[in-house]
């Protein structure tokens, strides 16, 4: 199936802890995102790449390092997770930087 | 602030019946007004999208309606039906970046 897909769906830890998303795009595309989506569902972009070069990063901690290994895999690095860090994770992918955006399934990120 | 503000916040409709969601916007640099559906568990899909040089755009029971003077832009799902429940985003994004700005979301629940 082509998809944007990430690994794990669910992730449990306890605060303090160090942990790792991962996400594959087989579409093709150039250009790989992560979105976060809060409790209230609310969704903010936090990074974008484009052919592995970063483009957008957005006030995020830099407790959050995403790594762009090549243009189909961008994984997202959280150190010492903090409560707030807890919603859910999209990754998500477009061809080239002006057009439609393709979500990943989310990974839940439960920090306790 | 919130770029793109997104109401009513969740809307029940009667099977059968049209859901309307309106987004209203403050910058002018946008260009690109996607709106998304999100079922539970799932990550955003894209629905249906539209170019500020087109009043409204319409693809199937799903209708853009789009106001480039006031800034506002709209939602309308016809014929609403079950299958239709999930939460709607809309959002808008410069064409130069490829970010998208997502409204708040709008949870819709269609009764049979």
């Known amino acids: 199936d082509t998809a944007v897909s990430q690994t794990p769906k669910y992730l449990v830890t306890q605060m303090g802890n160090d942990k790792s998303i991962k996400c594959e795009q087989n579409l093709g595309h150039d250009t790989m995102y992560w979105y976060k989506q809060d409790s209230k569902k609310f969704l903010k972009i936090m990074f974008s790449y484009n052919n592995k070069e970063l483009i957008i990063n957005e006030t995020v901690p830099n407790r959050f390092s995403p790594k762009s290994p090549d243009k189909a895999h961008l994984n997202l690095h959280i150190n010492s997770l903090e409560l707030g860090d807890s919603a859910v994770y999209f990754c998500a992918s477009s061809l080239s930087m002006n057009n439609e955006q393709f979500f990943g399934p989310g990974t839940r990120l439960t920090v306790l | 602030q919130q770029q793109v503000k997104q109401s009513p916040q969740s809307l029940i409709v009667q099977k059968g019946g049209i859901s309307i969601i309106n987004c209203a916007y403050e910058n002018t640099a946008f260009d690109y007004f996607p709106w998304y559906q999100q079922f539970p568990g799932k990550g955003p899909a894209l629905l249906i999208a539209i170019r500020p040089d087109v009043s409204e755009k319409k693809e199937g029971r799903f209708t853009i309606s789009f106001n480039k003077s006031a800034k506002q832009f709209s939602l309308h799902i016809m014929d609403s039906q079950p299958g239709d429940s999930a939460t709607y985003f809309c959002?808008?994004?410069?064409?130069?970046?490829?970010?998208?700005?997502f409204g708040g979301g709008t949870r819709v629940l269609v009764k049979p």
């Open positions: 959002a808008a994004n410069k064409a130069a970046g490829n970010k998208l700005t």
